[in-house]
């Protein structure tokens, strides 16, 4: 994500169950019926509007009318007209991208943020490029995903017990969102994990931004984190502790599938599918 980047393409995303085009926006909580509801471009946008989402399609359809960080806005959407060569004949999605995959995953993915001609091109998480490409064959490898490829929104792929998520949904120049950006984002990745959890019984870490996004919003949700803080690491594990309704999280890190961390050897695909596996029966996959 940006994810490091995701690539195929499709004109106009189609949402396979709640991970592509969503369906109906969320409705705001009860108590907060009566405020004013803030505009998509409004920074408090994602913080008052991700609460009030009971499912996961309810979020995934107020994710992609987010407009609250404009440099961000700015940019998927002149991506979306510029393309690049090998797409001009396509229409980009050029907004937000939305979590991927079923509403009962045990296990959840955690990148960085959408590719620019990958997931902002196709509308679908680490879908279109060579990020996307290589993570998807390695989860197909070890029985995660029904095809070892990613090529667009409709292509047919689907995740067995496996859930996307991404700290920051919109693609960012040079895949480097700011820390004002990832903040803004994190209600978002809040309220996905908190209607995974339930089902949740662990997380795939790809890369040191997501670990990072990721630690404070486990916390606040009430999984206890070790002291002192964990740091990432590929291959790295930390068991958060459970609370009052609230079972043990397994964390997993594993290098992100960026095509420099592939292309010098950083991450391979045996190294790759290792994380999953674990990670995979840790779910109970």
Partial sequence: MAESP????????????????????????????????????????PARRAPGCATLGALDAQVVDCRACPRLVTWR????????????????WGRPVPGFGPADAALAVVGLAPAAHGGNRTGRMFTGDPAGDFLVAGLHAVGLASQPTATAADDGLTLRGVRMAAPVHCAPPQNKPTTEERDTCRPWLAAELALLRPGLRAVVVLGGFGWQALLPVLADAGWRLPRPRPVFGHGAQVVLAGTVGRDELRLFGCYHPSRRNVNTGLLTRPMLEAVFREAAAAAGL
């Fill in 77 to 92: 959407e002149q991506v979306a007209v510029e393309k690049r060569a090998a797409y001009r004949d396509q229409e980009y």
């Fill in 6 to 45: 995701e690539s195929s393409a499709s004109s106009q995303p189609r949402a396979s169950s709640e991970s592509r085009k969503p369906s109906q926006p969320g409705k705001p909580s009860q108590s907060r019926a009566s405020e004013p509801q803030p505009g998509a471009d409004d920074r408090s946008f």
